[in-house]
C-alpha cells in the first residue's frame, strides 16, 4: 500500500485525516417526527471509530413537502437543531468529519409521504410511481432555494463541519438540471445555464447563511441512465459553472429511480466491475478546479489506489460496504482486509433501519 488513501486533504476549512468518504445512505432511523435517534448517532460513531475520514449524513429534507421517504431526516425548521446537536457531541472522541447532506424529493416522493402533491420543475409524469408532479411556479422556486440556505444555516448551528447540497439521483434539484424532467422555457429551463441557476442559487444561499468559509460540497448527477436525460457532456458544463461559482468539491453520481438499479449495481465480483461511474468522475475532474469524490461500486483497494494515482479523483466513497463493515477503513490500514466484503446484493435497505442481511447480527 503506498499511503495515498491515507494521505490527509484540506478543503476549505474542512481537514480531513484520510481520502474515504462515506456516501450518504438514507438510514430509516428517525424517530415519528423524523428527528434523528441515538440509533443514527450509534451507527455514526460505528463509522467514526471505523476510521471513515468524511461521514455524509443520509439526505435530510429542507421543506416539509420535500419528505421522499418514510423515517427520512428533517431540518426544515429549528427545532430539529438540538437533535443533531446530540448526535454530533457523541463523535467527538473521533478523528471523522461529518456534512449533512440536505435535499428535496421533488417528484420522487409520493402525497401520503411528502402530505401534498410531489412538486418539479414540470409536470412530468415519474414511471415509477404513475404520478405527476406539479409544476412549480416562479415563487415556489425561491422559497425551494430560501429553505436549502436555512437548511445550511441551521447546518452549521448544529455543528456540522459543512454541507453536501443533493443534486443527484433525481430529486428535485437533479430535476432541473435534466431536460428529461425539465420541460420550461422560463429562465430555470432550456439552456444548461438555465438548468443550473437553482443549484448556483441554492449555493449562494448556503453561502449567505452559513459563511464563505463553510464547506459546501455538491452531490452532482452525471448521468440519468434513461432516454433523453442528463448525460456526462451536459454534466461537465454543469460542474464547470459550479466550480466557477464557488463550490468546494465534487461528488459525481448517476442514476433515478426510473432507471433503477443503474445507480446502485448488483454482482460486483470483480475489479472490472467496479467503479461503474468513474470514467463520468475522470471526466469532471478535468474540467473542474476543485477536489472531486468517486462514487459508484468501488470495492477493493487497488482499484481505490489507481483511481487516486492516476488522478481520477481526489476521495473515494461508498455507501453499500460501509453497511456490512462500518470498520472497513481501519480494516484496510491494517493490512486486514484487501477488498469490502459487501457482495452488492441490494438487499440493505430496511423501512425500520439499514442492515446487512448477509450479517445476522449488525449493529444498525
Not at 409524469?125 to 436549502?148: A, Q, V, W, Y
Request: charged share 25%; aromatic share 6%.
Amino acid at each position: 500500500m503506498d499511503g495515498l488513501l491515507f494521505n490527509p486533504i484540506e478543503i476549505n476549512s474542512l481537514k480531513l485525516p484520510n481520502r474515504f468518504v462515506r456516501a450518504a445512505t438514507n438510514e430509516y432511523m428517525t424517530d415519528d417526527e423524523d428527528y434523528v435517534t441515538d440509533r443514527q448517532a450509534a451507527l455514526y460513531e460505528e463509522l467514526a471509530r471505523g476510521g471513515v475520514g468524511l461521514i455524509v449524513t443520509g439526505h435530510s429534507y429542507v421543506r416539509k413537502d420535500g419528505k421522499a421517504s418514510k423515517r427520512q431526516a428533517a431540518i426544515y425548521d429549528d427545532t430539529f437543531v438540538p437533535a443533531y446537536k446530540r448526535l454530533l457531541e457523541r463523535l467527538k472522541p473521533y478523528d471523522a468529519r461529518v456534512m449533512l447532506q440536505i435535499t428535496h424529493g421533488g417528484r420522487q416522493t409520493k402525497p401520503e409521504i411528502c402530505g401534498t402533491t410531489p412538486i418539479g420543475p414540470s409536470p412530468v409524469t415519474d414511471k415509477s410511481t404513475g404520478i405527476t408532479p406539479r409544476g412549480m411556479t416562479h415563487e415556489d422556486i425561491l422559497d425551494i432555494i430560501n429553505c436549502f440556505g436555512l437548511a445550511a444555516g441551521r447546518a452549521r448551528e448544529a455543528g456540522f463541519d459543512g454541507i453536501q447540497i443533493h443534486a443527484a439521483h433525481g430529486y428535485l434539484l437533479s430535476e432541473f438540471l435534466s431536460a428529461y424532467t425539465n420541460r420550461r422555457n422560463d429562465e430555470w429551463g432550456g439552456t444548461i445555464e438555465n438548468r443550473a441557476r437553482v443549484v448556483v442559487k441554492v449555493l449562494r444561499a448556503c453561502r449567505l447563511r452559513a459563511g464563505s468559509d463553510y464547506p459546501v460540497f455538491v452531490k452532482l448527477q452525471t448521468d440519468d441512465g434513461i432516454e433523453g436525460g442528463l448525460g456526462i457532456e451536459e454534466a461537465a458544463e454543469i460542474a464547470k459553472i459550479l466550480d466557477k461559482e464557488g463550490i468546494d468539491a465534487i461528488e459525481t453520481s448517476g442514476g433515478i429511480v426510473e432507471s433503477f438499479p443503474f445507480a446502485c449495481r448488483t454482482d460486483i465480483d470483480t475489479p472490472e466491475k467496479e467503479g461503474f461511474f468513474i470514467s463520468n468522475a475522470a471526466k469532471i475532474k478535468k474540467a473542474v478546479s476543485v477536489p472531486l469524490v468517486a462514487v459508484g461500486g468501488i470495492r477493493s483497494i487497488g482499484v481505490m489506489e489507481s483511481i487516486i494515482k492516476d488522478k481520477r479523483a481526489d476521495l473515494i466513497s461508498m455507501s453499500r460496504p460501509f453497511i456490512r463493515e462500518p470498520d472497513l477503513v481501519e480494516r484496510l490500514r491494517k493490512g486486514l482486509a484487501t477488498k469490502a466484503a459487501c457482495i452488492s446484493c441490494n438487499q440493505c435497505w430496511h423501512p425500520d433501519g439499514i442492515r446487512c442481511a448477509q450479517v445476522s447480527n449488525t449493529s444498525s
